[in-house]
């Protein structure tokens, strides 16, 4: 074995699950973020963590909110979820940008794009500083899932967005 860095150790890891953080932006629209730093936490009461850079604007948002929809995209939204980590949502309505089309999710002010494989409607729980990024502690108040869509999962590292069979 040789010592590796954290970006070549992800490419052992691969394919990691392909997430989209949907929060509210300040004039209501949503902000997506593809973030592969999210994992469960605990089932009773059910928890989902996710971590974001220190100055992300989606971190920024969902702490200042309180609310946040964790979403699995599916394999149409490959190449709009690889544009979307490209930019700033802060600067950049990613949804107009990239065409997505979205949906309202019930109970919930956040819209998520409509192919989605998992939505998980979350509440803010506690932030915690780890390292350069920010450990987002959810409750998951609501699951909401299509079983006969493919999600997408990060390959090689993040350098290839693709579902699962074809990676």
Excluded at 38 to 65: C, D, I, W
Excluded at 145 to 165: H, I, Q, R, T
Aim: aromatic share 4%; with cysteine; glycine share 8%.
């Amino acid at each position: 074995m040789k010592e590796l860095n954290i970006m070549e150790a992800t490419v052992l890891t691969s394919p990691n699950p392909l997430t989209l953080i949907c929060s509210k932006k300040e004039d209501g629209s949503t902000n997506l973020a593809p973030i592969c730093f999210v994992s469960y936490l605990s089932f009773n009461p059910p928890m989902v963590g996710f971590a974001t850079g220190k100055q992300s604007h989606t971190g920024k948002r969902v702490r200042e909110t309180g609310k946040v929809i964790v979403t699995v995209p599916c394999e149409s939204l490959a190449g709009a979820v690889m544009a979307c980590g490209a930019s700033t949502g802060a600067e950049t309505d990613k949804v107009a940008a990239n065409n997505i089309e979205m949906m309202a999710v019930e109970g919930s002010d956040i819209q998520i794009p409509a192919d989605t494989r998992l939505a998980m409607v979350a509440t803010l729980q506690q932030s915690v500083e780890v390292g350069d990024h920010i450990l987002h502690i959810c409750q998951v108040d609501k699951f909401l899932g299509n079983e006969d869509k493919k999600g997408l999962y990060a390959w090689n590292g993040f350098g290839k967005v693709a579902p699962a069979a074809e990676g």
